[in-house]
């Protein structure tokens, strides 16, 4: 494989509204990341991708974009952002801008416009349709709750919205939004921008027709996915987009692309052929959902080590040699990684490293979710009120007010896998609102800042943060990390999880404990050994002993990393 700087990069994902607050008025702002580039610095990443700062009437925090080309005022101005630009470009680091194609807000002009009729020259930049005897044009679930068809009074008719009302579709088949798309983006990359992370950026080619999705659950509407991920004309516009904007300019894309296969996912990345870099893959995400095949999230069963592993290393092998990973256990659409993953009570600080160790090890780009570097948790509400996600909202009012689930048992949902989780304020200090912000925060801090802030990450030598730091380092410091070849290890163990990596004659042997209990790691007999001693290179808990790699015992949640000739 080519080496290439986005592959040897390490990503941190900043969500700008809960991010640092310069100006008091509870809202994050690009000012606030301007503040903070010395501490994204210091952790040593050197790729930040911002959720979207673009202007936007809210309802989706930003993924409704009202203006392609302006800043959300309460983030700030154009000249801000180009501050903040040249503020990472000084620092050695790229910026990589959220594109959300897939929709616009209501409030975009070209809706505005669409909306005024059906003879109106913007109606066809979405998708409007009639109803069917007397209700929507098909069955079709949006991702946030009831119908994906809102009716226009105006015109009689429905426009499709995959997510929320104010999300309305674009209709991709318009060779003119096509070129629009290409349009804004050549305009951001002429500013300097070094990439794309592009929003479900494989639901933007629908079946035609539109057809009904088969009815699999007892709802009123339908998961529709298989007539709009990954539609029949993905790869066409994909490429387009390429030939177009992306071959032009020397930058990094990653497309968001639920439910994607390996197989699937290198129709979109291979290197040979493919469009864009890398995709973003929910697999691991689905593992602790009730129903894989539906619309919902919010649901809770428990995960085994067994599937994440299975699920991981099958990316890992699949894709290797032929494209490249994104490496995530959070974002700001997931519930917090140690809590998810890991433990965020007693084992909170050794199970966040471990799970670092994961993410920075496997062959792939790291993405650290901002305060994962800290070990955030996620947070538990008393009330649905202090809620404000539109996901989360909606799928209270329905669990609760149309399927009659018990109010706790909703909450429970929330408290364990709403998007809020990772959106509550950065943790910086001790201080009032966790040091956020001199004002009252958009949405509620974690009551648990006092013990987990920045501050106190970087006063203690042996926090989570410089552990973060280390295998950033370590990564630039062996080649072996990012381009090694992968082998899975112990695949029957069900405690352990363990690989191999091996390039150039240099091998990285990887063992990490998901366990509340000490395992024992025996090395497989065909495992090659080493001709010199094995070094540590990494681990989460002291080790004095040097007894050889045959049989170690690890302690509860302990990871290790052996490097070897
Ligand atoms: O994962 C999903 C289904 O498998 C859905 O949750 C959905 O595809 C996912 O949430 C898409 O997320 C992105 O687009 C949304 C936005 O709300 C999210 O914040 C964004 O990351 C609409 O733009
Ligand atoms: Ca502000």
Redesign the pocket.
Known sequence: MDRKWWKESVMYQVYPRSFYDSNGDGIGDLRGILEKLDYLQQLGVDMVWL?PVYKSPND??G??ISDYREIMPEFGTLDDWRELLDGMHRRGMRLVM?L?V??TSDEHPWFVEARKGKDNPCRDYYIWRPGKNGAEPNNWAS??GGSAWEYDPGSGEYYLH???RK?PDLNWENPRVRQEVYALMRWWLDQGVDGFRM??IN?ISKAPGLPDAPVHSSRRYQFG?QHFIHGPRLLEFLDEMKREVLCHYDLFTVG?T??ESVATALELIDEESGSLHSVVQ?EH??LDVQDRGS?Q?LSLAPWKLADLKETLDRWQIGLQGRGWNSLYLS???QGRAVSRFGDDGAYRVVSAKLLATLLHLQQGIPYIYQGEEIGMTNVRFESIEQYRD??TLNFYREAVEERGMDPQAALALIHAKG?DNARTPMQWSAGEQAGFSQGTPWIGVNPNYPQINVEQALADPDSIFYYYQKLIRLRREHPLIVYGDYSPLLVEHPQIYAFRREWQGERLLVMLNFSRESALFELPPDFPLPESPARLLLSNYPVEDSAGLQHITLRPYEGRAYLMK
């Open positions: 959720s989706d925090n993924y409704d959220d959300v897939n929709h991702f946030f995959l997510f929320t999300q929003d479900v639901m996915g968001e639920p439910q929910f995400m689905d619309v999230r974002n700001h659409d539109v996901e998007r």
